[in-house]
């Protein structure tokens, strides 16, 4: 998490989430699925955003980490926002990893994030195909950003569960 291949990408992400976080309808807690690159692959983490601000953390139980975005509204511009990201470690100092900045229009489009949300469902329930909570969470996915696919998606669920209770006792 401190390599700069994992948290350059991972802050310019975040921080362009951040700023999309209104027109992506990011509320509440974020699942793995719905993060961006390179979030997903670094295991199972979770966030929540703001238009300023977004925290996500990894591990649980007895030790939390995870990374903290945050706005630096006094050196930031009505034409560039000014970001710092840090590692957080539960009982440490939160460690600066990186400052940068973006232009304060750059965002993440609707459709980047659900081609980008579809392809990490898909994934894990390549690698997890009888996971009901993966497939009920991308059918919430789609629900929300594209209700003509929700069918497939249904469908496909009974396909790859067909002996699951709920398509038995369903169709007797």
Excluded at 39 to 57: C, M, Q, R
Excluded at 68 to 83: A, F, I, K, Y
Aim: hydrophobic share 40%.
């Amino acid at each position: 998490m401190q390599q700069p291949e994992i948290y350059l990408p991972t802050a310019t992400n975040l921080a362009l989430y951040c700023q999309s976080s209104e027109d992506l309808h990011l509320t509440n807690m974020v699942g793995a699925s719905r993060l961006p690159p390179p979030l997903p692959s670094l295991g199972s983490p979770w966030a929540s955003f703001e238009t300023n601000f977004a925290h996500v953390e990894f591990g649980g139980g007895f030790y939390h980490y995870g990374y903290r975005v945050q706005l630096d509204e006094g050196q930031s511009t009505v034409m560039t926002n000014v970001w710092e990201l840090y590692l957080c470690r539960e009982g440490q100092t939160e460690k600066l990893l990186h400052r940068f900045a973006l232009a304060s229009g750059d965002r993440v489009s609707l459709a980047q994030f659900t081609i980008s949300s579809i392809a990490e469902y898909d994934q894990r329930l390549a690698k997890s195909p009888q996971e009901l909570d993966l497939y009920k969470a991308k059918v919430s996915l789609l629900l929300q950003y594209k209700p003509e696919d929700v069918r497939a998606a249904c469908i496909d669920a009974v396909k790859a569960m067909p002996d699951h209770w709920w398509r038995a006792s369903h169709w007797r």
